[in-house]
């Protein structure tokens, strides 16, 4: 089973809040990644990252930021939420081509 | 760009039959698939992985990879209602530990397993 955990589960709060996004993983992976992804929709890779000190945005536009100081902690944040970043987001990290998935948060901007 | 596709469904199975699921990749360099099952509203779940042409068995489910024609399928024997998710096809490049690497994933079928 994978170690890889996202605090909170569930998010709601107010537009123009600054809000992190917490990954953490206790594998030791040096990759890891945040997708998005819409009720019934695809993941899109946003952020990630292959080691410390190292990221990179994905393929998909957003307006959040991450880093990653040390190599079992991933956090995203938003500096100014909006209803528009109301979805879904996945952290997920890979130690071999396996990539395994935290619980997700559900964040709704209000 | 790397594309993979499925179809996205849904697909309607009675308990106890065999559910097919097929994905098609376009990146011939691939060596790494993946099937993910993902429950609505929670992250996806590796199930299967397979690298090697040909089938790989676990229990009631079955992964079928065929590199020339790039296609990779999963069988669901004896399809129960918990079986009801969406199953998500990824693919890897080489993997070779340090530097970059990504999945692919396609946008997943939707299985309903009907009692």
């Known amino acids: 089973e994978a170690d890889i955990y996202q605090t909170p589960r569930y998010l709601v709060i107010g537009t123009g809040k600054k809000i992190t996004l917490e990954c953490s993983q206790t594998?030791?992976?040096?990759?890891m990644y945040w997708y998005q992804q819409d009720p019934g929709m695809e993941l899109h890779l946003i952020h990630y990252?292959?080691?410390?000190?190292?990221?990179e945005k994905g393929d998909l536009s957003s307006e959040s930021t991450v880093s990653r100081i040390r190599t079992e902690h991933f956090p995203l944040t938003l500096e100014s939420a909006r209803p528009s970043h109301t979805s879904q987001y996945l952290c997920?990290?890979?130690?071999?081509?396996?990539?395994?998935f935290g619980q997700g948060t559900r964040l709704t901007v209000v | 760009q790397k594309e993979v596709e499925q179809n996205s469904g849904p697909l309607s199975v009675p308990e106890g039959a065999i559910a097919s699921l097929n994905c098609t990749y376009s990146?011939?360099?691939?060596?790494?698939f993946f099937w993910y099952r993902q429950y609505s509203g929670k992250s996806p779940e590796l199930i299967m992985f397979?690298?090697?042409?040909g089938d790989k068995e676990d229990g009631r489910f079955t992964a079928q990879l065929n590199k020339a024609s790039q296609y990779v399928s999963l069988l669901i024997r004896d399809s129960q209602p918990s079986d009801s998710a969406t199953y998500l096809c990824?693919?890897?490049?080489?993997?070779?530990?340090?530097?970059?690497?990504?999945?692919?994933f396609g946008k997943g079928t939707k299985l309903s397993v009907i009692p």
């Open positions: 997920a990290s890979t130690g071999g081509p396996e990539a395994f």
């Open positions: 594998m030791g992976h040096d990759k």
């Open positions: 990252s292959y080691g410390v000190n190292s990221t």
């Open positions: 990146d011939r360099g691939s060596q790494s």
């Open positions: 397979i690298y090697s042409n």
């Open positions: 990824a693919v890897g490049p080489p993997y070779s530990g340090a530097g970059s690497y990504q999945l692919t």
